[in-house]
């Protein structure tokens, strides 16, 4: 791939690292708040005396949440940039954390788990733009698949680190110390985060309320690679985050009878496999751009039919094999997801990035919230039965691939013609 960077584009380096990675600690520490749930699952059961669709009500409730603000969250980090949206999530997750600590009652902690979505929401799209303002467009793909591999390293702190604290000090102890956190990376974010590179400043835009947003929306929306890109993140992550985030320890202790430990090394596996597959995915996309679409369809394929093997086996509980490779292979879905972003990342113009991310991420917490709630419903529909509960995950996967192979081609010819449109442009430059 040409290495040559566009005109304007940033020059990257050290210190656009150096902003980066201060961005990107403040999402690693929401998704470690995010996923906190997914490993006290169990103990919130008891702590509240809740069934499986009212807990599942936690996570469908914080990724509703997180869902419908993504829209308006692009909006305004297309409006007000990255250090103020990044604080003020850090200052609302940190908030729903210790809310989460303390709450006596099934409502409170609900309001709390509500309130750090709110704050969670606003960090991942920040992200993104914090990329594209600081590091060249031929690093965009590998930049995101990283910013992907730090919110899984958050995952891994979950299921490593909170799980232990849950069980050594208790719930209130392991979740108010763990809200220290996000009281570290605000103020690392107020004190040092830069938006952008000196002589890089955005063009100024006309942000004229109501009228604005609705240009915004309706012009990310028109383009194909933005919905092509949303259909993307929406099939490719959630059966990974629907297994991390709440069901996959309930499934592996009562359905295949497990040990907690046990599960909660397999659970290790997915987010261990989603950093290394991260990586890899990165650098296939960042040299060969046409690969983007087999990886998704590829990861899709591999996901549905190791569940179905997994679900369809003939034994009581699947052998250990398996539930390995299927942990394994479900860590390919966080960084299928992310290759949504390389689809509209190239197909909007810089003033609707935020935007355009910010309806990408809708889909997968779509998917995710929805798949969250009908395993629920059928658990305690069928009395348990893990069988049908899960099979929600290829109904889902199923409407994906239709809209993603509907998309495909209008998408493809839209990027060619923006694609040469910019070598003209470039051309033109004066020297």
Known sequence: MN?????????????????????????????IFRTSLGVAGLDAVERFHVGASALSTFSILQLLVYAGMQIPVGLLVDRLGTKKVLSLGAVLFTLGQLGFAFS???????????????????????????????????????????AGLVGMAGNLVSTLVIARLLHGIGWTAAFAGSALAGAVVLVLALLFLKDHPEGYEPAPSPHQGAGYVRRQIAASWRE??????????????????VFLLLWGLPFLVQAQGLSRATAGELLTLVVLSNMVIGLVYGQIVARHHAARLPLALGTVAATALMWA?????????????????????????????????????????PERQGTASGITNMGGFIASMTTLFAVGVLLDATGDDYTVAFSAVFVLQTLGVSQILRLRGRAARRERERLVASRVETVHVPA
């Open 3 to 31: 290495s040559a960077t566009l005109p304007g584009d940033p020059p990257g380096g050290r210190r656009a690292i150096a902003m980066w990675s201060i961005g990107v600690s403040v999402y690693f520490v929401a998704v």
């Open 224 to 241: 194909p690679g933005t919905r092509l890109g949303m259909w993307v993140h929406f099939t490719t992550q959630f059966p990974a985050m």
């Open 309 to 349: 093997v997994t679900l369809a086996y003939p034994a009581e509980h699947a052998p250990m094999w398996l539930l390995v490779v299927l942990c394994a292979v479900l860590g390919a879905c966080g960084p299928a997801s992310m290759l949504g972003f390389d689809f509209a990342r190239p197909a909007n113009p």
């Open 104 to 146: 006596p009652s099934y409502g409170m902690a609900l309001a709390s788990r509500a309130l750090l979505g709110c704050g969670d929401a606003l960090t991942f799209i920040s992200v993104l733009r914090l990329g594209t303002r600081w590091f060249p467009a031929r690093r965009g793909p590998l930049v995101a698949q990283l």
